[in-house]
């Protein structure tokens, strides 16, 4: 009987990522371990392990997880030499008690998730201007969170200290008190009084320094999406700069790797979950997917149940069947993700002879 060479036999590979080793595992077509190995997380690490899976035949795919984190520069790296990435998701905790855990180990399941089709999922692309988006909505984010941290750090101090010092400040907003506190020139440190006005002067330079920070990341991420954003998203009711890129990061740089509408509502948490019991028959919110993308399309809910006539109706009619304001809710979120869906994937591709969008509006 005639056999193809070593060389050409056609391998799985999998990948558990880490900060300074990645652990790799290769499968036969059979799921026969062929050999596991770690390596280092840098260039000539990528391309050994890349080398080393190659040994063993043509590479079909590889599962890896953490492909947005600790795997992300291998990621880029087999994809640029053609290799079909899978995402994988963490291993099944109950499977995993059974069985103890390794880093070998779960190179192996990605391997065997990715060769019998569990691992599924492509990984977002991040080498486009979506990728830029996320990265400044992290520090987007962490400024705020900072500002807010301060914020509340001003009013604390405000609280304990003395009468004449609190009375001042204890009735005015943040941006006032921050105002008087910046203007604070306080003496001998031994005073209580005089070390609190320093700790607060600081505090308010430091908010200060933080709403700049926030005002210029503004700036850069509306430039950002306007230019990365399909036509037609930010006319969307409701879709602001900061709700699009939200929603545009949920998708990724290659947002045609979601293949329905009904994944991507899955994706951002939006998707029914069965609730059923009984007699009872219901569904109910989902509090998976990205948060982030649920928030945004949390809020473009929240406005058109305040300024969309269509939705107000749509509101009372569903509340008048016995839907609670959550379940009501739930299902308009489910409707504005096919909407999202039909402008970032469906009308965003470009029309050639003979296809017809299958969800035109």
């Known amino acids: 009987m005639n056999t193809l060479p070593e060389s050409e036999a056609l391998v799985t590979g999998g990948v558990d990522t880490h900060r300074d080793l990645h652990v790799a595992a290769v499968i036969d077509e059979v799921g026969r371990i062929l050999g596991t190995e770690a390596f280092a997380v840098n260039a000539d690490g990528y391309e ?25 520069g291998l990621f880029r790296h ?18 995993r008690r059974r069985r103890g855990k390794s880093d070998p180990a779960d190179a192996e399941a990605a391997a065997r998730a990715a060769l019998c089709g569990e691992a599924s999922g492509t990984p977002k ?13 992290v520090a ?21 200290a003395p009468e004449a010092l ?17 203007r604070f020139r306080p003496g001998t440190l031994e005073d209580p ?15 200060v320094a933080l709403q700049g920070e926030i005002t210029e990341l503004d700036r850069q991420l509306a430039d950002v999406v306007t230019s990365a954003a399909p036509e037609g998203l930010l006319a969307k009711q409701g879709v602001g700069f900061d709700v699009a890129g939200a929603l545009l990061v949920a998708a990724g740089d290659n947002a045609e790797r979601l ?15 069965d609730a059923s ?9 989902n509090r998976g997917g990205d948060r982030q993308a649920n928030a945004a399309l949390w809020r473009i809910v929240m406005t058109r149940m305040a300024c969309d006539p269509r939705t107000a109706t749509y509101v009372a009619r569903r509340t008048a069947q016995g839907k609670t304001k959550r379940e009501v809710i739930r299902c308009l979120k489910r409707y504005v993700a096919r909407e999202i869906y039909r402008e970032l994937v469906i009308e965003a591709q470009p029309v050639t002879a003979g296809f017809a969008p299958p969800l035109a509006a």
């Open 48 to 72: 050994a392990l890349l080398t080393w899976m190659r040994s063993f035949g043509t590479i079909g795919s590889v599962g890896m997880e953490g492909t947005g984190s600790y795997g992300a």
């Open 78 to 95: 087999l994809t640029e030499h053609g290799v079909t990435v899978l995402e994988v998701i963490r291993p099944n905790r109950q499977a």
């Open 125 to 137: 692309a991040r080498s486009g201007a979506v990728e830029a988006i996320r990265a400044l909505r």
């Open 140 to 160: 987007r984010c962490g400024a705020v969170k900072a500002s807010t941290q301060a914020s509340n750090q001003l009013k604390d101090l405000i609280v304990s």
């Open 166 to 182: 609190r009375a001042r400040l204890m009735s005015l907003s943040t941006p006032k008190r921050v105002g008087l506190a910046i």
């Open 193 to 207: 009084t005089e070390a609190t006005k320093a700790a607060m002067r600081s505090v308010a330079r430091r908010w």
């Open 259 to 273: 293949g329905s509408e009904a994944g991507f509502a899955a994706l951002c948490g939006a998707s029914p979950i």
């Open 277 to 285: 019991s009984g007699k009872q028959v219901r569904h109910r919110l």
